[in-house]
């Protein structure tokens, strides 16, 4: 219940730093970083494949425990993800020469893909050396841009080779959810995978909550050493970066353990575990509901009437507390009815 717990708080935050009334009016902590550093916006999205790599090892061991076969599911789900992730990219024009091919659920799909292949076949030793090599790979390979900054990294040379047109409209040069920095993205769900482990060890329980801690914190340590040399930075999802969310995802996950698995705390988590129920169909939602609301001219009016009640930016960030209530009331619907998106 705890994962549940932690991925519905994931999700929520999503939903509150994706949809704020005004881009122009947000609190510093709900905007990402502009480069180098970090915020608690950038720990949403590293937090959500770090459970996605949890959750495959607590299912994955079950179904390979009774000989079944993983990897049409995989095949099939990592594509369904990834084209969920155009259908979003595309919606409503669907201009095939300008789509953008990368995006959040994209990168889910693909990471989710090679990290179910290297859960099947290597053994957590070899899921672990996987990781490692991924991290100091993608350092080497960043090494050899002239710089990290904004337009002249290697990560953003890559990008434009392959995918010229086809970017962020933000950035149009680079993209969040390129080519190269999808590597320690893939990292990260390893690190959950690892996590999932510990979890379906014989280990007692304080003694998981003791390790998950001791392991969070230790990778703190070791990304915040690492980021003296390789800065923390989300838009390049630098190593450093990969292996400081990883440390924090695993000490919030703890707390939740201890509280919800082992103390039994678990009234205060239902609505948590309701809105991660639906992770993925809420994104979706989401991201249709944001666009039908900017192309009908719905947004800014909502925006203005909030207004008359606060200030920019608390106007702004209670447009993007409705957002979360919205969706809290879509996942429960789902939820009452037993309607759960699988695939």
Not at 48 to 68: D, H, K, N, P, Y
Not at 166 to 193: C, N, Q, R, Y
């Amino acid at each position: 219940m705890s994962l549940d717990a932690f991925r519905g708080l994931t999700i929520a935050s999503m939903m509150l730093v994706n949809n704020p009334g005004s881009w122009d009016h947000v609190y510093a902590p709900l905007r990402h970083a502009e480069w180098h550093g970090w915020t608690f916006t950038d720990t949403v999205f590293p937090f959500f494949l770090w459970i996605v790599g949890v959750a495959m090892t607590l299912s994955f061991a079950r179904r390979l425990g009774e000989g079944r076969s993983l990897l049409p599911h995989v095949l099939r789900r990592s594509a369904i993800i990834f084209g969920l992730g155009l259908l979003l990219n595309g919606f409503p024009y669907y201009n095939l020469a300008v789509l953008r091919i990368p995006g959040v659920l994209q990168r889910i799909g693909v990471c989710y893909l090679i990290a179910a292949i290297v859960f099947v076949y290597l053994s957590w030793r070899g899921q672990m050396l996987v990781a490692a090599g991924l991290l100091l790979g993608y350092w080497g390979l960043m090494s050899l841009g002239p710089s990290l900054e904004k337009g002249a990294n290697f990560a953003q040379q890559v990008d434009t080779i392959f995918l010229t047109g086809h970017m962020w409209s933000a950035t149009k040069t680079w993209d969040p959810e390129g080519i190269v920095s999808t590597l320690p993205a893939i990292a990260t769900v390893l690190f959950g995978v690892l996590t999932g482990h510990l979890l379906r060890s014989a280990l007692p329980l304080l003694d998981k909550v003791g390790w998950l801690m001791v392991g969070g914190n230790a990778l703190i340590f070791a990304g915040l050493l690492w980021d003296k040399v390789l800065p923390v930075n989300k838009n390049l999802w630098t190593s450093s970066f990969t292996v400081l969310m990883a440390g924090l995802a695993m000490v919030v996950f703890g707390c939740c353990y201890w509280l919800i698995d082992v103390k039994g705390w678990r009234r205060w988590a239902d609505p948590f575990v309701i809105y991660g129920s639906n992770a993925i169909a809420v994104y979706v939602v989401a991201g249709l509901f944001a666009r039908m609301m900017g192309l009908l001219q719905w947004k800014q009016p909502v925006y203005e009437a909030l207004l008359g009640m606060a200030s920019p930016v608390n106007a702004s960030l209670l447009y993007a507390a409705g957002n979360v209530l919205l969706l809290y009331l879509v996942a429960l619907g789902l939820y009452r009815r037993g309607w759960f998106l699988r695939f």
